[in-house]
């Protein structure tokens, strides 16, 4: 006979908070979001990774790649590169994330020496930056050759085929600092030459990087940036449990900080296996499974040596696996349990495994309760899909600008084997993702900002100011139907339509 379970299937926007004292002493600005994301030995050891901020980008090819891995980790959070792409690629992308120096921007607006106007134009139109360096072969570290900014050239009388050898500025009239140079000594080269960028050059004058006025300001602003004891950014990567004795291996060597099995319905031999080979061959890499929305999977990864568990079935805004599949559970359900299972194997074992809320947020506040409801961390995919930082194309649908955001288990993800590897398209007899579009929201760090400004407001609103203390005391009720027509704005006439998350 099946069993069924009591308690119903439920979702954030089915919960609330009940505010606690709010103290004199609890305030916004105490509020420390840190939090650790692999498991510890609680009360005897610290926790060996923590990041800075309790969010992470989701293992999707429309969200984390190496721009939005920068982006996130200079605020604080931690993406997970996606693993449906070839080894090669997705390793590439970690070490981009690795090699980059907060303040030296790899450029990637470059043209050889016999270009015309016409193709700085086409570089800065796909681009969207005003600096192109001039190189000898047209690549990111050619011999720099010169720079051309939009001070170098009149559009109204500049012919689009003018060579740009004939108006770019040429590296004997540019000022160019020595790689290994640090970025407040790049700084002070700046503001002494009144000058906007500085392209930085190796020894045999390669072009390594430029480090520009605005960026280095930027740097002052992003105090939580999230960093390696070597300094660098860190990134996490995605894996599967087909290729990992090739894939784990590189990703490993391109110097990925952390690991996660990615799959839509963690609970299963294949994935203990991967931890297993893992835990056996790579034992210094730190490694998540999932998903699981219950105890007994939670159990199961955990034993088969999980170093955190990611928890949703079905709750991603592009996700289908409920209505294809019939498997799934709500979120809040989902989490609600499984924290308590992970507290349940603490008290027994006194190791703590963090666990991770993974899809389903659609308002800032869901951010909340779900680490009220015990996630120590949580991954968005559609949230950060809506940034400039991530890969997909920004586009102008019926009056609003709009970017791509697809479902890893839809068709146009799982094409990537076909055109990656020139190999056959993953045969599929059906697709537990969709092909969307959701709204452009401008720049990552604002939005980010403004979300954990929410976040942080309503801990204090609980009376707490650590992601722990959170947990330990927040309360929670049921919302009725009707008491969440009570929640949005009511028997007004609203002036704009649109709903703030
Ligand atoms: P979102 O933040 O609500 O957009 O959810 C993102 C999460 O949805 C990811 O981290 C995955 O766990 C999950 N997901 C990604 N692609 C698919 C898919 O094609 N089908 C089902 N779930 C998916």
Same mark, same amino acid.
């Given at each position: 006979m099946a069993m069924i379970f009591e308690q119903e299937s439920r979702t954030f926007s089915e919960y609330l908070l009940i505010p606690n004292l709010t103290t004199r002493l609890c305030t916004p600005d105490r509020v420390d979001m840190t939090t650790g994301i692999v /498991? +510890?030995? /609680?009360?005897?050891?610290?926790?060996? !990774?923590?990041i800075n901020l309790p969010v992470t980008s989701a293992v999707m090819q429309a969200v984390s790649d190496s721009g939005l891995a920068i982006a996130l980790a200079r605020t604080g959070g931690l993406s997970f590169i996606f693993g449906s792409q070839s080894i090669a690629s997705q390793a590439e992308m970690v070490r981009r994330v690795k090699k980059y120096k907060a303040g030296l921007v790899q450029s990637d607006s470059n043209i050889g020496p016999d270009s015309t106007l016409s193709d700085? !134009?086409?570089? #800065?139109?796909?681009?969207?930056?005003?600096?192109?360096? @001039?190189? =000898? =072969?047209g690549t990111a570290n050619g011999r720099l050759i010169g720079i051309v900014t939009?001070?170098? &050239?009149?559009?109204?009388?500049?012919?689009?085929?003018?060579p740009v050898k004939s108006f770019m500025t040429p590296l004997d009239h540019l000022v160019t600092g020595r790689e290994g140079i640090s970025l407040s000594e790049a700084n002070d080269i700046i503001w002494e030459h009144k000058i906007n960028q500085l392209p930085i050059l190796s020894e045999d004058g390669r072009l390594v990087g430029m480090v520009f006025r605005k960026d280095y300001d930027d740097h002052k602003e992003n105090p939580?940036? $999230? !960093?390696?004891?070597?300094?660098? $950014?860190? @990134?996490?990567? *995605?894996?599967?449990?087909?290729? &990992?004795?090739?894939?784990?291996?590189?990703?490993?060597?391109?110097?990925?900080?952390?690991? %996660?099995?990615d799959s839509s319905d963690g609970f299963s031999q294949y994935q203990a296996e991967t931890l297993q080979w893992i835990k056996q061959h790579n034992p210094e890499i730190k490694v998540g499974a999932g998903n699981v929305v219950d105890e007994e999977g939670f159990r199961y990864l955990v034993e088969a040596g999980a170093d955190f568990v990611k928890v949703g079935i079905g709750g991603g805004s592009i996700c289908i696996t409920r209505e294809q599949k019939g498997i799934g559970r709500g979120q809040a359900s989902? %989490?609600?349990?499984?924290?308590?299972?992970?507290?349940? &194997?603490?008290?027994?074992?006194?190791? +703590?495994?963090?666990?991770?809320s993974d899809g389903g947020i659609v308002y800032d506040y869901h951010m909340t309760l779900a680490l009220a409801m015990g996630a120590d961390f949580i991954m968005l995919g559609r949230y950060f899909a809506r940034f400039d930082e991530s890969p997909t194309r920004k586009l102008l649908v019926n009056g609003t600008y709009v970017k791509e955001y697809w479902g890893e288990g839809s068709n146009r993800a799982r094409n990537?084997?076909? &055109?990656?590897?020139?190999?056959?398209? *993953?045969?599929?007899?059906?697709?537990?993702?969709?092909?969307?579009?959701?709204?452009?929201?401008? #720049?990552? #760090?604002?939005?980010? =900002? @403004?979300?954990?400004? /929410?976040?942080?407001?309503?801990?204090?609103?609980?009376?707490? %100011?650590?992601?722990?203390? $959170?947990?330990?005391?927040?309360? $929670?009720?049921?919302?009725?139907?009707?008491?969440?027509?009570?929640?949005?704005?009511?028997?007004v006439i609203q002036k704009e339509s649109e709903r703030h998350g």
């Open positions: /498991k +510890y030995r /609680k009360g005897v050891e610290t926790c060996p !990774l923590r700085v !134009l086409a570089v #800065k139109a796909r681009t969207g930056h005003s600096t192109v360096a @001039v190189t =000898d =072969d939009s001070r170098d &050239y009149r559009m109204t009388r500049t012919p689009t085929d003018t939580d940036e $999230l !960093l390696d004891n070597q300094k660098r $950014l860190m @990134v996490g990567a *995605g894996i599967n449990s087909r290729d &990992y004795t090739e894939r784990v291996p590189a990703l490993v060597e391109a110097g990925a900080d952390i690991l %996660v099995i989902a %989490v609600l349990e499984v924290a308590k299972a992970r507290d349940a &194997y603490f008290a027994e074992t006194g190791i +703590y495994v963090p666990i991770c990537w084997q076909r &055109y990656d590897d020139g190999g056959e398209a *993953g045969k599929m007899a059906f697709e537990e993702g969709v092909d969307s579009y959701v709204p452009y929201a401008g #720049k990552l #760090k604002d939005n980010l =900002d @403004v979300s954990m400004a /929410k976040v942080r407001a309503t801990m204090c609103a609980c009376g707490s %100011v650590s992601i722990e203390e $959170l947990q330990q005391k927040a309360r $929670l009720v049921v919302v009725s139907a009707t008491s969440i027509v009570e929640g949005g704005a009511h028997d």
